[in-house]
């Protein structure tokens, strides 16, 4: 069974950066992080929990979500097995609680989530 754990959520100021981290464990025998497909998601209270950000195994692929084009960027360390995502010119409607999520063989593996807030 994956574990995913989220760090490095906290109070920002408009404009500010964060970088959040997900360090991975507990991978299917026989495979490594790096057979993960790997996203960010975010969830705000009563919405549903929407992709920020993915990249693909080798990290050679990503995908982003149109609201955060250009402000945030994604990344993967397969010898660390972490990934990441960097927030820069962060806005108040980027405050939410952020999800790592792991995908090997159609199954999603989640983390606990860690918040993000952008206030003054």
């Known amino acids: 069974q994956v574990q995913l754990v989220e760090s490095g959520g906290g109070l920002v100021q408009p404009g500010g950066s964060l970088r959040l981290s997900c360090a991975a464990s507990?991978?299917?025998?026989?495979?490594?992080?790096?057979?993960?497909?790997m996203s960010w998601y975010r969830q705000v209270p009563g919405k549903e929990r929407a992709l920020v950000a993915a990249i693909t195994t080798l990290g050679s692929t990503t995908t982003y979500a149109d609201s955060v084009k250009g402000r945030f960027t994604i990344s993967r360390d397969n010898n660390k097995n972490t990934v990441y995502l960097q927030m820069n010119s962060l806005k108040p409607e980027d405050t939410a609680i952020y999800y790592c999520?792991?995908?090997?063989?159609?199954?999603?593996?989640w983390g606990q989530g860690t918040q993000v807030t952008v206030s003054s």
């Open positions: 507990g991978f299917a025998s026989g495979f490594t992080f790096s057979n993960y497909g």
């Open positions: 999520k792991a995908t090997f063989a159609r199954v999603d593996y």
